[in-house]
């Protein structure tokens, strides 16, 4: 791309991109979902970036990185640097490319370069790269949310609250540490990597697509509905597999503290007061007794939509408005009637079922991830991507799991938008897991 621009069709590249997505997973992405899936992480996508949509924008910034270097390399028949540009033929073939047309902040960034010759010290291709994903993600959020309304299958309130949801989701996925599952280690522990069929759940949620060809009966509970987008599956209290990704988040969080000395109390009466409460976790970092307080929200609740409306207005918002109107209270007026309330703090750490978590749990658990990196020889940024690694990966992990205990999806079916059917995905057994190899349209 840096090397020949505009001037070669990369769109064969983002197609064959695209279908190794859909035979690795199973899913067939229509075109909101794949213009999501090309977002990078940060902004809720997958990373699959579009090669024809970052093309011109490489070429041009590979351009100006080269011409610093030509008086140094060509000095004595070098010509002028504006001669270079005007007569290089794919430079403004770059320059002129359609796809850049949308974005006019980066198309005056790049006229500034041009006028000053200062391509931000080598960056421009991160920088510019950077604001036209910015931009293309404020676009598809309006464009998916009207395109709910030309469907016409939503009306009123409903039709506003799924435009919302949709708004939440994305910004819950773009939360800091939110996809840290998605940067897989191949040097990692193998419980740390999900099944196939937990893979595919976890995409397909992430990019809003169906989870099942059909409704069913929950298996959880018996009497609800388990719908295709999995919305009650991850509203179910049933089944006890909450309880588990729960629980496995609270034995990550407890053994980091562990490997940092602060010798954690897993589930133990500590207040003088009462013996009923057990937080979570407790420990005594510099002379105060801190608890944690572990849960686990999902932000697209039918019966609390304000959950939804936090989450869409910044990301972590519903894990915030959880932590505020449930946990921090659990513990003041117990806390209050302690001896001395000042060596005690009460730390809600509130995780929702996308991975984003409200900003007291992430002070926290950075502080948890740093006592383990000195006790480890290790930087506190290795120590902290480990870390929110793991809970991410038991996140995305115990979400997947209650989706698929429930019925709402099922691991051998998966949607396939572009036909209208679904698709039954092809299995080989290997000792102790099954893997997805590759789906197939199945007529109705």
Not at 69 to 96: G, I, R, W
Not at 353 to 360: D, E, H, K, R, S
Not at 385 to 408: N, T
Request: aromatic share 6%; proline share 6%; glycine share 8%.
């Amino acid at each position: 791309m840096r090397a020949v621009g505009a001037v070669f069709d990369f769109a064969c590249i983002d197609q064959a991109t695209q279908s190794c997505l859909a035979t690795i997973t199973g899913i067939e992405t229509d075109a909101s979902a794949w213009a999501l899936a090309s977002l990078p992480v940060r902004l809720g996508g997958l990373g699959l970036h579009s090669c024809a949509d970052t093309a011109a924008i490489a070429h041009i910034a590979a351009t100006f990185d080269g011409e610093a270097c030509l008086p140094s390399l060509v000095t004595p028949y070098v010509l002028p640097h504006a001669m270079l540009l005007d007569e290089d033929d794919t430079f403004l073939a770059s320059l002129e490319d359609p796809r850049l047309a949308p974005f006019e902040s980066v198309l005056e960034k790049i006229q500034n370069v041009l006028q000053a010759r200062d391509n931000y010290g080598g960056r421009g291709q991160k920088v510019w790269s950077a604001t036209v994903h910015d931009e293309r993600r404020k676009a598809l959020l309006i464009s998916m949310t009207e395109e709910l309304g030309r469907s016409g299958r939503l009306q009123g309130s409903a039709l506003a609250l799924k435009q919302v949801q949709v708004r939440a989701r994305i910004q819950s996925c773009s939360a800091q540490h939110a996809s840290a599952w998605l940067y897989g280690n191949a040097e990692a522990d193998p419980r740390l990597w999900l099944s196939p069929a937990e893979l595919a759940v976890a995409i397909r949620l992430r990019l809003g697509l169906p989870i099942a060809p059909m409704p069913s009966i929950c298996r959880l509970c018996g009497t609800g509905s388990a719908d295709v987008d999995g919305v009650h599956a991850r509203s179910c209290f049933s089944g006890g597999r909450r309880t588990r990704m729960h629980n496995a988040l609270r034995d990550v969080i407890a053994d980091f503290a562990r490997r940092g000395l602060l010798a954690p109390a897993v589930e133990r009466p500590v207040f003088s007061n009462t013996e009923r409460k057990r937080p979570d976790i407790s420990y005594v970092r510099d002379g105060t007794t801190v608890v944690l307080d572990v849960a686990v929200t999902f932000p697209l609740q039918p019966s609390n939509p304000q959950y939804a409306k936090r989450a869409a207005e910044k990301p972590g918002g519903a894990a915030t408005a959880y932590a505020t109107a449930v946990k921090e209270g659990k513990y003041r007026g117990i806390i209050d009637n302690e001896p001395n309330p000042r060596e005690w703090l009460a730390v809600p750490l509130v995780v929702d079922t996308f991975g984003a978590w409200c900003p007291g749990a992430l002070t926290e658990l950075r502080q948890i991830a740093r006592k383990s990196a000195l006790r480890e020889d290790r930087t506190a940024s290795a120590a902290c991507q480990d870390f929110f690694h793991q809970l991410s990966f038991q996140v995305a992990q115990g979400v997947a799991r209650i989706v698929i205990s429930s019925g709402g999806a099922r691991p051998d079916e998966a949607v396939h938008p572009g036909a209208g059917g679904s698709v039954t995905a092809s299995r080989v057994f290997l000792p102790g897991r099954t893997c997805l190899l590759a789906g197939q349209p199945r007529s109705q």
